[in-house]
């Protein structure tokens, strides 16, 4: 009698672990193999691809084919501020830069970095690091410029290093006797300025760009700067026809601005 009990309860056990792996392998069948072909025949995909992208071995759904993108490649900066590059600029050599300075900078930047061109950025009262970095960028193309990229294209690192300390202990000084106080731009803008827009994602611009510099290594001071340059680097940061920025800062920032906030603001930080 136990060993009848046994053996029907061996079976039944039997029969239902076949059960099981009979549902498995059908679930698994139809669910690698038969949905992702029909799905991927619908829409163009072969059956190969179809099932490599069900299992994950490929990327992609099986169910639409991948969208194609038009968008331009572009490389990011180059730059990061390591012992390596923090210590060659601090060994770079003033002297030299000076002297490269003359050979290539002064028919735009002049002697004194303080440029009357409204639309050339002053380089005097600019920080080492920002310079370097802007000028690295120029050389590895993640900032364009039909002037600026072919005069640093042959530049070393030491160079750019040299370049940038020179300019670095550079004073801005006064370019306008005229100006006297900065036009006023309205409060909404300063408390654009040191509040943000938290609504639309903006963040205070102290927080990085202070009275001269602030926030990361590498942020430009841009006050006292050109109103006219300024407002053209936001409307290139908006566009993304500048994108050298890290971790897309000022690109996000710049496309969240109307036009009006980018010129007021320009006019803020070239009254400071």
Known sequence: MSVSGDTSDRNWRLWGGLAIGVLLAVAVVLGVVV??????????????????????????????????????????????????????????????GAALAQE??????????????????RNAGQSRFAIYKQLHDYKSGARVSDIMTPLVA???DKQI???????????RGAIDPQRTAPPYVGIEIENLVTKGDIARGIPPCISCHGIGAGGPIETPTITGQYAQYLEAQL???AKSQRHNDIYHRMRSIGSRLTADEMKRLAIYYSGQ
């Open 104 to 121: 290539r900078c002064i028919a735009c930047h002049t002697v004194e970095g303080n440029t009357a061109d409204p639309t050339i950025p």
């Open 154 to 156: 042959d530049l070393s």
């Open 235 to 237: 409307a290139a940061f």
């Open 35 to 96: 949905i992702p072909i029909v799905q991927g025949n619908a829409v163009g995909i072969d059956p190969y691809t179809a099932i490599c992208r069900a299992l994950g071995i490929a990327p992609g759904s099986p169910a639409r084919l991948t969208p194609s993108s038009d968008a331009s490649p572009y490389p990011v900066t180059r730059v990061s501020w390591t012992d390596a590059t923090l210590s060659e600029l601090y060994r770079a050599e003033h002297n030299d």
């Open 161 to 171: 290093a040299d370049l940038a300390a020179f300019y670095g202990k550079l004073v």
